[in-house]
């Protein structure tokens, strides 16, 4: 998915005249908001911590290794109405069941 972006100007002083007059604009982009997700993996459960806009805190979230608990991460990372990136610090294979499912669901 392409995100769209916001494009604005900024105005920078004019260091010669010691004016601020519009003198020079740089075009900058800024991304729209993601959700960041970071999966800390082991064998029997996963340690997730979660920052979205507009959250005053990051959130922990403990899934266990077993396909109730994938359903119910991947709904609600999915009502969060943003575009989710996920990282995971992988140990040994343990990530690729969640891996595998997560992605089968959209996420990228």
């Given amino acids: 998915m392409v995100s769209p972006e916001v494009s604005y100007i900024v105005s920078v002083p004019n260091i ?4 601020d007059e519009l003198t ?20 029997d459960r996963h340690e997730a911590l979660i920052e979205a806009p507009g959250w005053r805190s990051r959130k922990r979230v403990r899934v266990q290794n077993a396909a109730g608990d994938f359903r119910a991460f991947a709904e609600f990372l999915h009502s969060l109405r943003f575009p989710v ?8 294979n343990y ?13 990228e």
Avoid at 16 to 19: A, L, P, V
Avoid at 85 to 92: A, C, D, K, L, N
Avoid at 97 to 103: E, Q, T
């Fill in 16 to 19: 010669h005249t010691r004016r």
């Fill in 24 to 43: 020079m604009t740089i075009m900058q982009s800024t991304p729209e908001a993601f959700v960041w997700v970071a999966i800390d993996v082991a064998k």
């Fill in 85 to 92: 990136r996920i990282g995971f610090e992988p140990t040994s």
């Fill in 95 to 107: 990530h690729r069941a969640l891996a595998y499912f997560l992605h089968s669901q959209g996420f």
